[in-house]
């Protein structure tokens, strides 16, 4: 019955046997004692009718098919009906019919084709498709147009056809359902066709209901599919807070065994109690289009263990924006958040020993920096109060004290905002930046301590070395960590000498060398001064080096250490010339 | 309080607190000179002059401590005021010993140097 024609090759007309003439005589009579018997067919018909709307009352969709086709037969037997054919359009073509329930005789040996409606029933399908129905109480009914319609109905040698669009609620056309005789010619009188069309309108309602159903099914499973392989927890909860349906993610993530037993679990317990308060405002003010539908929570298992949640809510509304209830999908998030929490805490730490030991070495130097201005500016409010108590003091005085104190207040706020940038943690922003300015504002910070350890600084800073590309903050902590470490390498050293050279190494290349005059790191020590914990300080940490050399390779440099020649040690780092494509 | 020291010599490199410091003092009614460097108040203030000086210790070239032995070397004959800034511990010890009158950390007030110059006066009216 599937078998689809190879070719749309016109099937014979002349092929089917008529046998009209030798049934000619007989005929009369034959109509005579069918319209005798209408009466009493038509009471039997009637009932028929009722029963088998009867029978599609809330028919399970399963059931459809065979009740259809049973149906189909007992009118076919009631009215004396040779045929009845329903046909669906293929959901791949519409213009391909599917033959899927059919009631023909015992002896009919006419194949019945899937067939192209277009092609075969052309006239047809186009009153059907403006749900019509096309009644045919004899083929001389057939007119001009439908010549190829006439040519198939001979084919299967049919005398009268009646056929039904099948189209649910005045929708889209789906299918047909068509009587038909073989036997003889019926008169389709308007009662018939009513009833008829009757039936048709049950068949088309049940069909229509079951692909809702088989489509709702589709769906239904699909969405059960997405919704179990989602790496998620998905949870459909109702307004009042009762879970509705979840997935087997979602019992996992909170410690049940099976999805089914969430089902009218109070949601809000999902959400450790200090949050769950926030949890129903957060939801409440998303209803409201206040809120974005992410949070993070922490989150109870069944044990009561905590862990850490994302949310992301959907509110599922009704056709009248009412809400229905809340979709929510559950991560956890816990590894996550931990492996970020401490990626901070070692990044923190890093930069904090990298703060601390700079902020140790040069803390000394900033009090004495700091101290000036302010002990200025407390000379300078004595003189202001000691004049302001004197009778006839000159007021005069008073504007130039004003004036230097507030010149004094400026340069202690100077002060700590150069020493808070250098100790500030920022995220690395690279830019443009001169090599000498870096190292002489670096030695700025230090000069103090220089001068307090008498140190002689030498600097041999190239006029025309190039800029490099870099984050200043953290390149001056790398600055300053070598010239403190050199300091304090010539601690003990009879001669003291800081010495600091930029120089531009081929055309793409700068380096700059922080040496010493002490006693130098031996040999077997060299190779491991950047390792972390590596020092020769007592009390230090010996990650300065480890964190310079990290800050160095983050700007896809080099850093490294040889003996001076004349004694002592030579730290240099190389960056990369800035270029302007860089930018 | 009593002010015997009616003369004081101001050596610090940093201009602001040295002329703030001098403000204060002329306020007072008390003369007083400040130099930006030891090598200029050495240059100007021969050692028979009478008065005190306050002399920081951080300062290029020569630095409070260097001042004060050159004083001593020079016989300079005035009490010496060590001020500083800084924060270490052994700065006072180290004022002490050299043979500084007094210690103080900036920033001071008027009053704690007004004590210490009473304080050195009587000392000195003792001695």
């Given at each position: 019955m599937r078998v689809k024609p190879k070719t749309k090759k016109v099937p014979?007309?002349?092929?089917?046997?008529?046998?009209?003439?030798?049934?000619?005589?007989?005929?009369?009579?034959?109509?005579?004692?069918?319209?005798?018997?209408?009466?009493r067919s038509e009471g039997r018909f009637e009932a028929l009718l009722f029963d088998i709307s009867t029978r599609f009352i809330a028919l399970p969709v399963d059931r459809v098919d065979g009740e259809i086709g049973r149906a189909q037969r007992e009118i076919c037997e009631c009215l004396g009906l040779d045929i009845s054919s329903l046909w669906q359009m293929s959901p791949d073509d519409p213009g391909t019919l599917l033959s899927t329930q059919i009631h023909v005789p015992p002896d009919y040996d006419v194949p019945v084709l899937e067939m192209d409606a277009r092609d075969f029933f052309p006239w047809s399908m186009t009153r059907l498709a403006r749900g019509e129905t096309v009644v045919l109480?004899?083929?001389?009914?057939?007119?001009?147009?439908?010549?190829?319609d006439l040519e198939i109905f001979r084919y299967y040698r049919i005398q009268s056809s009646i056929c039904f669009p099948l189209a649910a609620g005045g929708g889209q056309?789906?299918?047909?359902?068509?009587?038909?005789?073989?036997?003889?010619?019926?008169t389709w009188t308007p009662d018939l066709i009513d009833k008829l069309g009757l039936v048709a309108q049950v068949f088309a309602n049940a069909i229509f209901r079951k692909r809702a159903d088989q489509e709702l099914r589709e769906n239904e499973a699909r969405y059960r599919t997405l919704f179990e392989i989602t790496p998620a927890g998905i949870s459909v909860v109702a307004p009042n807070g009762y879970v509705r349906t979840?997935?087997?993610m979602q019992a996992r993530l909170y410690g049940y065994d099976s999805p089914q037993q969430l089902e009218g679990f109070f949601a809000p317990l999902f959400i450790a109690e200090r949050d769950r308060e926030q949890a129903t405002?957060?939801?409440q003010a998303l209803v409201e289009g206040r809120s974005q539908p992410d949070w993070i929570y922490p989150a109870v298992r069944r044990d009561g263990s905590e862990f850490t949640v994302a949310v992301t809510a959907l509110v599922l509304r009704g056709p009248d924006q009412g809400v229905e209830g809340f979709l929510f999908v559950t991560r956890d998030i816990t590894k996550i958040q931990q492996d970020e929490r401490e990626r901070t805490e070692l990044r923190l730490e890093r930069t904090h020993l990298a703060r601390v030991l700079t902020v140790d070495e040069i803390s000394t130097s900033l009090a004495h920096e700091i101290n000036?201005?302010?002990?200025?500016?407390?000379n300078n409010a004595e003189a202001a109060r000691i004049l302001l108590a004197r009778p006839g003091g000159r007021p005069e005085a008073f504007s130039e004290i004003v004036e230097d104190i507030i010149q004094d207040a400026r340069r202690a706020g100077d002060i700590v905002r150069k020493v808070r940038r250098v100790l500030k943690k920022s995220d690395a922003q690279f830019e443009r930046l001169p090599v000498n300015g870096l190292i002489e504002e670096t030695l700025q910070i230090v000069r103090n301590n220089l001068l307090l350890n008498n140190v002689t600084l030498r600097t041999e800073l190239a006029?025309?070395?190039?800029?490099?590309?870099?984050?200043?903050?953290?390149?001056?902590?790398?600055?300053?960590?070598?010239?403190?470490n050199a300091l304090d390498a010539m601690n003990e050293a009879p001669s003291r000498i800081l010495t600091l050279r930029s120089a531009t190494e081929g055309p793409d290349l700068v380096t700059v060398s922080v040496g010493d005059s002490g006693h130098g790191i031996t040999e077997a020590l060299q190779g491991s001064v950047f390792e972390p914990f590596f020092t020769t300080k007592r009390g230090g940490l010996g990650l300065g080096l480890s964190i310079c050399r990290s800050i160095i390779e983050d700007h896809e440099g080099r850093i490294w250490q040889e003996r001076d020649p004349g004694g002592g040690t030579v730290f240099s780092f190389s960056l990369k010339a800035w270029r302007d494509e860089r930018a | 309080m009593r002010i015997a020291c009616s003369n004081f010599w101001i050596v610090d490199d940093d201009l602001s607190f040295g002329k703030s410091l001098r403000r204060m003092l002329n306020a007072r009614g008390i003369a007083a000179e400040y130099f930006g460097s030891a090598q200029s108040f050495l240059d100007s203030v021969p050692p028979g002059q009478s008065g005190c000086a306050i002399v920081d210790i951080h300062m290029p070239v020569l630095d409070g401590f260097a001042l004060l032995k050159k004083m001593r070397d020079l016989r300079y004959d005035m009490p010496v005021i060590i001020v500083t800034g800084h924060a270490d511990n052994d700065a006072r010890d180290r004022a002490i010993q050299s043979g500084a009158g007094g210690f103080l950390r900036k920033p001071f007030s008027e009053e704690s140097l007004m004590e210490l110059v009473g304080k050195l006066e009587g000392d000195r009216s003792a001695a």
């Open positions: 014979q007309a002349s092929k089917p046997k008529t046998k009209s003439a030798s049934v000619s005589l007989a005929k009369s009579t034959k109509e005579a004692l069918w319209a005798g018997e209408e009466r109480s004899r083929m001389t009914d057939v007119p001009a147009e439908g010549a190829r056309l789906f299918g047909a359902v068509a009587f038909d005789t073989l036997r003889k010619q019926l979840a997935n087997s405002r957060n939801l000036q201005p302010l002990g200025a500016i407390l006029p025309d070395v190039a800029d490099i590309g870099g984050d200043k903050v953290r390149l001056q902590q790398v600055l300053l960590n070598l010239v403190t | -």
